[in-house]
């Protein structure tokens, strides 16, 4: 074991990569900020991870590089290390440390999933549906299509996702939720935003030679807001429908996208 005169170096040598470790953590912006409760709970979890790791990180790294140093064989020692027939305390600890991190972080991921997805009475349901390359959004009810995911504040919004060709995924870094969009199957995702704005979404499954510029956006609007755009929407897809009927052929697909793309980036 070590004795006394290892101490000093090897703190000194966990604390050099313990606040290494901490500095790229904590001064590096690694995910932007979380616009909605499940993100927090996701971030909590991100966080309790990372420092767990970082513990063992700075132990192990500085016992391992400590060790090459100071226990290194003098350049003409070609004699054999002393044998070895295993350490039954060593072999506990280490056996027993990390089952009971794992049932830790197993109760956590387990509270963190039950509560990002219980379904509030109240919700704003859209369908988004992905193809090579574009995201698009259907309000079932009202019968509108669009572009953009439009959804009110402060309250919980469901999102059933359907693929039309290969798998997608729908992502909006700021809710730090996924989900993929497979071919044959609705996946749903559950959040509640709580702050207005335009949030980017990005496609985050490798879906063929667009994939890079499958993007669209999410933007969040005041509850009033987005019932007028609602009613308006429903109301211009509803003329167009009517105008539509007098056609005989269907239109191409995709050529009823009359969303607007006004205003913001
Ligand atoms: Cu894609």
Request: aromatic letters at 8%.
């Amino acid at each position: 074991m070590l004795n006394s005169r290892h101490t000093v170096p090897l703190a000194l040598l966990m604390l050099v990569i313990g606040a290494l470790t901490a500095a790229q953590a904590l001064l590096i912006d690694w995910v932007p900020e979380t616009i909605t409760p499940e993100g927090t709970r996701v971030d909590a979890l991100l966080w309790f991870l990372f420092w767990t790791s970082a513990v063992f990180f700075v132990i192990v790294t500085a016992l391992l590089i400590y060790s090459v140093w100071a226990f290194r064989a003098d350049p003409d020692d070609e004699s054999e290390g002393k044998p070895m027939h295993g350490n039954t305390r060593v072999e506990i600890v280490w056996t027993v440390i990390p089952a009971i991190l794992l049932i830790i972080v197993s109760v956590f991921s387990i509270i963190v999933l039950d509560r990002n997805e219980s379904l509030a009475a109240e919700r704003t349901t859209v369908e988004v549906r992905g193809q090579q390359f574009a995201w698009s959004y259907v309000w079932t009810d009202q019968g509108i299509e669009s572009g953009d995911l439009r959804v009110p504040v402060d309250q919980q919004v469901e999102l059933n996702i359907k693929a039309a060709d290969v798998i997608h995924s729908w992502w909006v870094p700021d809710i730090r939720l996924k989900q993929d969009a497979v071919p044959g199957i609705t996946t749903r995702l559950l959040f509640t935003p709580e702050k207005i704005g335009t949030f980017e979404v990005i496609c985050a499954e490798l879906c063929g030679a667009g994939h890079g510029v499958m993007r669209s956006r999410m933007i969040v609007m005041e509850p009033d807001e987005y019932r007028e755009w609602l009613s308006g929407a429903e109301a211009e897809a509803e003329a167009l429908r009517a105008a539509e009927g007098n056609r005989p052929a269907a239109s191409p697909p995709g050529a009823d996208d009359e969303s607007d793309t006004d205003g913001g980036e």
